[in-house]
C-alpha cells in the first residue's frame, strides 16, 4: 500500500500570501497524483490530477507540481474561501487509493 | 448538473445491517461510462477509501478494512447504486460518500455526494 504523508498539518498564512502544500509518497506514483479542497460541511472538491492539471473550474491561483514520490500544492494571493482542508491522493497503485492525512489551511 | 445523492445513513447498534444508496444524475455521459467509489470520513478524521465499482459492475475492490463485511453493486438501468454494509463496528461510524470515477480517463474523484452519516454506536 502507498502510505501518503502530507506537511505540515496546519499551515497559518495570512490572506494575500502564498501556501505551499507538501506531500510525499512512499513509493513512486509518477504523476498520479490529485488534490482536494474540503471546507466545513461539505465534501471534498477535485482540484488538480495528473500532479499540475487544474480541474474544470478550478482558478490558476492553485497549482500542482512534482513527480515520483514528492508533490507540492502551490496556492497564490490566498482568498478567504482557500481556507480549508488539502489531501493529496494518488491513484498510480491501487487498491487501495490512498489519501494524505490532510493539511489544514487556516488564516494567520 | 451532476447530482450524486446518498442516503440510508443512521444510527445502527454494533453487529447490525445497513444499506446505504447513491442515486445519479446529470452525467454528460452515461452512468454506466463511470466507475463508482465510496469514500468514507470519520468524525474529524481524513478521506478513507472504502470500495470501487466497474462501470459495468463487472469488477469490485474493497478497502481490508470493510473485505467481506461490504458488498457493493449498481444498477445502470436505474443509475443507482447500493452498499450493503454488514457486521458494523464502532470504526466505521463516519459520513459516506459516493464519488465518480470516469472510466476512460485518469482514476480520480471528480464528482462527489453531500454524504450520508452512519453512527454505530450501543
Known amino acids: 500500500e502507498v502510505v501518503m504523508t502530507q506537511s505540515p498539518a496546519t499551515l497559518s498564512v495570512s490572506p494575500g500570501e502564498r501556501a505551499t502544500l507538501s506531500c510525499r509518497a512512499s513509493?513512486?506514483?509518477?504523476?498520479?497524483l490529485a488534490w482536494y479542497q474540503q471546507k466545513p460541511g461539505q465534501p471534498p472538491r477535485l482540484l488538480i490530477y495528473?500532479?499540475?492539471t487544474r480541474a474544470t473550474g478550478i482558478p490558476a491561483r492553485f497549482s500542482g507540481s512534482g513527480s515520483g514520490t514528492e508533490f507540492t500544492l502551490t496556492i497564490t494571493s490566498l482568498q478567504s474561501e482557500d481556507f480549508a482542508v488539502y489531501y493529496c491522493?494518488?491513484?498510480?497503485?491501487?487498491?487501495?487509493?490512498?489519501f494524505g492525512q490532510g493539511t489544514k489551511l487556516e488564516i494567520k | 448538473q451532476v447530482q450524486l445523492v446518498e442516503s440510508g445513513g443512521g444510527v445502527v447498534q454494533p453487529g447490525r445491517s445497513l444499506r446505504l444508496s447513491c442515486a445519479a444524475s446529470?452525467?454528460?455521459?452515461?452512468?454506466?461510462?463511470?466507475?463508482m467509489h465510496w469514500v468514507r470520513q470519520a468524525p474529524g478524521k481524513g478521506l478513507e477509501w472504502v470500495v470501487v465499482?466497474?462501470?459495468?459492475?463487472?469488477?469490485?475492490y474493497y478497502a481490508d478494512s470493510v473485505k467481506g463485511r461490504f458488498t457493493l453493486s449498481r444498477d445502470n438501468s436505474k443509475n443507482t447504486l447500493d452498499l450493503q454494509m454488514n457486521s458494523l463496528r464502532l470504526d466505521d461510524t463516519a459520513m459516506y460518500y459516493c464519488?465518480?470515477?470516469?472510466?476512460?480517463?485518469?482514476?480520480?474523484?471528480?464528482?462527489w455526494g453531500q454524504g450520508t452519516l452512519v453512527t454505530v454506536s450501543s
Open positions: 464519488a465518480r470515477e470516469y472510466s476512460y480517463g485518469p482514476k480520480i474523484f471528480d464528482s
Open positions: 446529470g452525467f454528460t455521459f452515461s452512468f454506466s461510462s463511470y466507475a
Open positions: 465499482i466497474s462501470n459495468d459492475g463487472t469488477n469490485k
Open positions: 513509493q513512486s506514483v509518477f504523476s498520479n
Open positions: 495528473g500532479a499540475s
Open positions: 491522493q494518488q491513484y498510480n497503485d491501487w487498491p487501495p487509493y490512498t
